[in-house]
Nanobody, 123 residues
Framework: QVQLVESGGGLVQAGGSLRLSCAASGRTLSDYVMGWFRQAPGKEREFVAHINWSAGRTYYADSVKGRFTISRDNAKNTVYLQMNSLKPEDTAVYYC????????????????WGQGTQVTVSA
């Protein structure tokens, strides 16, 4: 079993930055690919970025490419999402996600979810 706890959300003005953290625990974390998803009011949960623990390979949704950076600290079992140049359309609840062996790009593929953290970007 994997437990995920997010932190770091908040309110920021357009153009600003936030860093989200996801602390992971579990016996076989190295088997998982970690990701971030987000869900805006009235919309489906959508993929943002993912990274694997071992090689650190990353992949981003087109909507955040060049603005967001996903990274991990293996010693702390923590995954980060650095969000720069934030836009009002980035407003959503952001969820940390884990999928065993394979990279998640759809919500239905995720094996474990965090509780979510609210990010609000004002115009």
């Amino acid at each position: 079993q994997v437990q995920l706890v997010e932190s770091g959300g908040g309110l920021v003005q357009a153009g600003g930055s936030l860093r989200l953290s996801c602390a992971a625990s579990g016996r076989t974390l190295s088997d998982y690919v970690m990701g971030w998803f987000r869900q805006a009011p009235g919309k489906e949960r959508e993929f943002v970025a993912h990274i694997n623990w071992s090689a650190g390979r990353t992949y981003y949704a087109d909507s955040v490419k060049g603005r967001f950076t996903i990274s991990r600290d293996n010693a702390k079992n923590t995954v980060y999402l650095q969000m720069n140049s934030l836009k009002p359309e980035d407003t959503a609840v952001y969820y940390c996600a884990a999928r065993r062996f394979w990279a998640p790009t759809k919500a239905a593929e995720v094996d474990h979810w965090g509780q979510g953290t609210q990010v609000t970007v004002s115009a």
